[in-house]
């Protein structure tokens, strides 16, 4: 076999995406700079520390420290470089789109930067964003520079392992020189390659997580008809999942999808149909579904205590799944919203939530212990289904609760436990268990 030779990488956006992609080139062995505007980002990096939770991520980069550097200045990242890879972050505008801002102030630094043999764009765009930016590049006197579409398909709290042995890894070049570098770079990855034009690329990622996100919302809506039919949702799914033409994931009924990609995706793509003048009927009702899922739960938790005004609610879980400490797009955001719009009173626990990240509601409020932020509430409601909320005393958590009602939103816990320790279950899509 034969090993190609190991190139001189610049990576621009040191946030999860860049982060894993420095660290991970880097375990492949090229050489890498990731460079970022936030100078306390880079501060950590540099002194060894990593600025969000990931598992693994933070060993790649001790064991990779020498090829692995981290800056605030481009022309630093950019001297030695042969590819720049664009992992900068595209959040959503009020009309949906994608803001490419960070993108085009990445794209205009390498003005001048002839060196280059590739600029590779691993943040989601929007279909035909690949276009302008060959379009930029050959005005910018770059034309002999390859581009190439290789959006990530990594999953927080797996992403390390994603990056190394992925489903697939899906290149969309401008031309055949460019596909083969990109190729190359990820000699060692344990995956397929699948080669493909920029627009199509593109297209995956987004036509990707929204199916996903159909899915999610589709077990939902499931869940609300086996709640007003007496089937339980857990048995179904399990069920639906053992047919290979579907599989079993993404079947798990919940709050909804979260996270910085789901919703974003989503919107982005929908976005996108109507700029063509096409409404995206399917795509719409699935944002909507996911966006009505955590307000139904308030709903039903509403008609259990009769009233939420001067209740006590504990919400077990503030990040939008485990493993992370990630609160974007949260569910919990928006139901310790509407509590405190009712006049109920939120305590709540995550063992990992960014301070900085999270609402003024819960750094006034949140506690150490899922059984400190139950003392005196009238309901639990569990959000994140964090694996340590299985080991909890229910038992002894209903001695310390003003009234004991517990809405499980992640179907995490046993109801049958739960009633017999005194509380009220309500789960998604399950039968309400009473105590006895």
Known sequence: MVHMPKRNVAVFGAGYIGLVTGACLAELGHRVVVRDIQPERVRLLQSGEVPFFEPGLGDLISKNKERLTFTLDVYEAVADAEVVYVCVDTPPMASGDADLSRVWAVVDSLKGATHLAAVVVKSTVPVGTGERLRAFLDGAGLGHVGYAANPE?????????????????????????????????HEGVNGPVEVMD?????????????????????????ATV???????????????????????????????????????????LSALASNSGYSFQLLNAVIQVNELQPRRAIQRLKGEL????GSRIALLGL????????????????????????????????????????????????????????????????????????????????????????????????????????FTYMGVGRATHTPG
Request: net charge negative; with cysteine; aromatic share 6%.
């Open 153 to 185: 398909f990594t999953a927080e709290g797996t992403a390390v392992a994603d990056f190394l042995n992925p489903d697939r890894v899906v290149v969309g070049a401008s031309d055949a020189a460019t596909a083969e570098l990109v190729q190359e770079l």
């Open 198 to 222: 920029v627009a199509s690329a593109e297209m995956v990622k987004l036509a990707s997580n929204a199916l996903l996100a159909t899915k999610i919302s589709f077990i939902n809506e499931i």
């Open 226 to 268: 086996c709640e007003s039919t007496g089937a339980d949702i857990e048995e179904v799914a399990k069920a639906i999942g053992m047919d290979h033409r579907l599989g079993p994931y993404f079947l798990k009924a919940g709050l909804g999808y979260g996270g910085s990609c789901f919703p974003k995706d989503s919107r982005a």
């Open 306 to 309: 009769g009233t939420l005004r």
């Open 319 to 422: 990040t939008f799944k485990p493993g992370t400490d990630d609160m974007r797009e949260a569910p919990s955001s928006i139901i310790a919203s509407r509590l405190l719009a009712e006049g109920a009173e939120v305590r709540c626990w995550d063992p990992l939530a960014r301070l900085d990240d999270v609402e003024p509601w819960a750094s006034t409020s949140r506690h150490a212990s899922p059984m400190e932020a139950v003392i005196g509430a009238d309901a639990v409601i569990v959000v994140t289904e964090w694996p340590e909320l299985k080991d909890i005393d229910w038992a002894a958590a209903r001695s310390v609760m003003r009234r004991a009602v517990c809405f499980d939103g992640r179907n995490l816990l046993d109801p049958q436990e739960l009633a017999a320790s005194g």
